[in-house]
């Protein structure tokens, strides 16, 4: 394999990246490596990192350089780690973050054990036990922090529906699932800016105390039914039970002298094909006696939520 070869390897894997110490592994010495840089067949952009002519400026490329102009022990972390999960998009879905100051927003966040800093487009932390952190994965070429951590980190960080938003993805996905992260939550020290009890306070909502008892309501059905609150007051209740075919159904949320039904989709509607079958038959059966079903789902924002209440009372 010639020289060449052993670059294309290694970066084609990381988003057109590599690091000086990655091709020393491979067993390219110094002289060739500088020779490669000479030649323009490497373009460095970082102390000991280079990427390959052609190869596309993309934020998972940014990324890639952020991590690896830090040493092989650097993670993505915080928001730039749930990103490169797809739990977060690289832009605000809704509207600005206001949790963390305009100078640290969407920054590509780096744990590393060197000295803490930022500069125009990434914030470096630094962290004393990241030589020793065996649970390190790595998602779309570029080494991360583990879910549960990253989860944990940002939860100052987001704003309520969005860190609910971000752990129903994550369980939905399978990513993690609800003990996991409360296991993490209790081994994981405590640290300046890291809300253990506002992440507990959420997960609470995904894990049932015991089979017989139902789940505490959720963050988004808290958020619907203060909408809900402002925008048909006096004209909805909650958890209506309605007699359809010999069937008795339970609707989330329902204005009954309309016969409309407010649906809340939260991570217990996609946790199996047989919740998921059985939804859709209660919908047809809902739909089929007259009623409007409205599903709500995370994602969305107040103003679309309450859009889509308004938009439902259109006969």
């Known amino acids: ?156 960080q987001l704003r309520e529906f969005e860190l609910d938003h971000v752990m129903e993805k994550a369980f939905s996905r399978r990513l993690t699932t609800p003990q996991s992260l409360a296991i993490a939550l209790d081994d994981i020290r405590t640290a300046p800016g890291r809300e253990k009890k506002r992440s507990k306070e959420i997960l609470s909502h995904y894990i049932e105390k015991n089979k017989l008892q139902k789940n505490t309501e959720s963050i988004l059905e808290k958020r619907v039914q203060g909408i809900l609150r402002k925008t048909v007051p006096g004209l909805f209740e909650t958890q209506y039970e309605v007699s359809v075919n010999g069937k008795m159904y339970r609707l989330d949320f329902a204005i009954p002298s309309m016969k409309i039904a407010f649906e809340v989709d939260g991570f217990n509607f996609h946790s199996n094909r047989a919740r998921f079958d059985s939804d859709r038959v209660r919908q047809n059966d809902l739909v089929n006696a007259g009623w409007k079903v409205v599903r709500i789902i995370s994602t969305m924002s107040d103003k679309q939520i309450t859009d889509l209440v308004v938009s439902s009372l259109v006969l």
């Open 1 to 156: 394999m010639n020289c060449m070869d052993v670059v294309t390897r290694i970066a084609e894997k990381q988003h057109g990246i590599v690091a000086r110490y990655q091709l020393l592994d491979a067993t390219l010495t110094r002289s060739t490596i500088d020779n490669l840089v000479r030649k323009g067949f490497l373009q460095r952009v970082a102390l000991g990192v280079y990427k390959t002519p052609g190869s596309q400026n993309t934020w998972y490329q940014r990324a890639a350089i952020a991590v690896l102009s830090c040493g092989p022990k650097a993670m993505l972390s915080h928001e730039s780690a749930l990103i490169n999960l797809g739990l977060l998009q690289e832009k605000p879905f809704n509207q600005s973050r206001k949790r963390r100051p305009k100078y640290l927003q969407w920054k590509i966040h780096v744990l590393s054990s060197r000295e803490e800093r930022f500069d125009n487009d990434t914030f470096y932390h630094r962290s004393l036990d990241v030589n020793n952190c065996i649970d390190a994965v790595t998602c779309n070429g570029i080494r991360q922090v583990p879910i549960e951590r990253a989860i944990i980190d940002c939860a100052q």
